[in-house]
């Protein structure tokens, strides 16, 4: 790590760390989850797992990131040698994401191109499949889908030509510039919406409250994958983040002003999402549950669709939303690289530009794999083992070491020095003994879930991938130890 990376300012930081909280997922994925889990009624268990596990978490991680100033890597090393292994498989599995994330802003790139002119033509389904993201359908596996290859090698270009510079620099020059654009992008499509015939009936049917969802656990569990899956905790992200904090930081009430911008934003995106469904369904007399749908269906096949049926006013709205979540990919895209540059750089003495460059490689071809005819596919198939599987049971272990090995209580003077709000003996008992069992049981139903539906094509994936993992954490704890 670069001793001399630093925020500029505390301004610059909350803006990254909004950029960093901020991507696709609270575009995509908040509104169906909302929807699918008790609509009106998930606000409650979510709000508990936001109390409980991502406030705590996050102060836990903005703490040590401010205390130790060193890579993720250094630290775990710091506190028990035999810990580093699980560092290294944390910030390799988050480079991972970055890699098919970036992909993902590949389709959003092709299809903000295509916006202008309605690209996708009447079927954007068949688009999507031809063009962009391909199908599931092997035999599609030896071809490659140029616009996404080369959308996506595009982004990863100018990805390395911010991320070489210094964070506050490269990174935290464009967060302040992007940031501030994405509100007022995604205010003007808001404020568009509610304007829409029907978006009443979206609203309607998004917050409709099914109090017996209460009583699911499975809603109780969503609550929680959700609040993980937003606020990037025990991703070695936020920690990396925090490490570049100059002093007289107030962390926790930063911690506070992140958490509540990330959840009003993706709050009033569900209700966008909804009032665009709403028109639709009006429109074409198709229910609103045919319509609603998660991730690449909803963005890439769904709005399309409704854009279509516009006007003139689709020609503005599809490059704004496109160009939106182009803006949210691309912040997030640069804190999941951070944490595995970060730990290369501080282990290998690696020059920020080397081991930008370095990394920027590998992850471009990366990019080829995810390229081919069975690009959505092999995307979905890695995004549901990194994180149903690889990433929650690496927090369950970080939770465990930081509050049993190393003793969250150490962190506590750092947190209350300059913080209006304090934390205390609460804090504590959520940290060592609610979270574990938490996170342990919310890891127990993703990996039923990721063996019960996995077919043998998946299960091989899922393999390599944990060998890839599992082998380079072992190489990088072993070779060349630098430790400070």
């Not at 020059?173 to 015939?197: C, D």
């Not at 690289?337 to 290369?344: A, D, G, T, V, Y």
């Not at 063996?451 to 944990?466: A, G, K, Q």
Request: net charge neutral.
């Amino acid at each position: 790590m670069n001793k001399n990376s630093q925020w500029n300012s505390i301004l610059t930081f909350v803006i990254a760390m909004i950029g960093l909280t901020i991507g696709i997922g609270n575009i995509w994925r908040f509104s169906y989850v909302l929807y699918s889990n008790g609509g009106g009624s998930f606000f409650i268990p979510y709000i508990v797992a936001i109390l409980i596990m991502g406030i705590p978490f996050l102060i836990l991680e903005y703490g040590l990131g401010f205390s130790f100033k060193r890579s993720f890597s250094n630290l775990m090393y710091n506190i028990r040698p035999e810990f580093e292994i699980i560092a290294w498989m944390v910030v390799l599995s988050v480079f991972i994401v970055v890699i098919y994330y970036m992909v993902i802003l590949g389709w959003d790139f092709a299809y903000l191109l295509n916006s202008f002119n309605f690209g996708w033509g009447t079927d954007p389904s068949s688009f999507f499949t031809s063009y962009v993201g391909g199908s599931s359908n092997l035999s599609s596996s030896t071809t490659i889908i140029l616009p996404t290859l080369i959308c996506t090698l595009i982004l990863w270009a100018i990805f390395w030509a911010v991320s070489i510079k210094d964070v506050d620099k490269g990174i935290g020059k464009l967060s302040t510039i992007l940031m501030p654009l994405l509100f007022i992008i995604m205010i003007f499509i808001l404020v568009y919406a509610f304007t829409l015939p029907g978006f009443h009936m979206g609203v309607t049917t998004l917050l409709n409250p099914n109090w017996s969802a209460l009583l699911n656990i499975n809603v109780w569990l969503a609550a929680f994958g959700q609040t993980i899956f937003t606020l990037s905790i025990g991703q070695a992200m936020v920690y990396t983040y925090s490490s570049y904090l100059p002093k007289n930081t107030k962390l926790v009430d930063e911690v506070l002003i992140v958490v509540v911008t990330n959840t009003l934003y993706e709050i009033f995106i569900a209700f966008g999402v909804f009032s665009i469904l709403g028109y639709m369904s009006l429109n074409s007399s198709i229910p609103m549950d045919e319509l609603i749908s998660e991730g690449t269906g909803l963005i890439f096949i769904i709005f399309p669709q409704i854009f279509n049926t516009m006007g003139m006013m689709g020609h503005i709205i599809a490059p704004l939303l496109f160009l939106s979540i182009l803006f949210a990919g691309f912040t997030s895209s640069f804190a999941l690289f951070e944490p595995l540059l970060s730990s290369l750089c501080d282990k290998f003495g690696w020059s920020r530009k080397k081991g930008v460059t370095i990394l920027t490689i590998i992850a471009c071809a990366g990019t080829i794999l995810f390229s081919t005819g069975i690009s959505s596919y092999l995307v979905e198939i890695v995004d549901k083992f990194v994180n149903n599987f690889g990433i929650l049971i690496l927090i369950c272990a970080q939770v465990i070491i930081f509050g049993w090995f190393y003793g969250v209580e150490k962190v506590i003077p750092v947190l209350n020095e300059f913080s209006t709000l304090k934390v205390g003996k609460t804090w504590i008992f959520t940290l060592k003994y609610l979270l574990p069992i938490l996170l342990i049981g919310i890891w127990a139903f993703g990996l039923a879930d990721l063996f019960n539906n996995n077919n043998p094509l998946e299960i091989i994936v899922d393999i390599i991938i944990t060998i890839i993992i599992v082998g380079f954490s072992a190489a990088f704890t072993k070779l060349n130890p630098k430790k400070s």
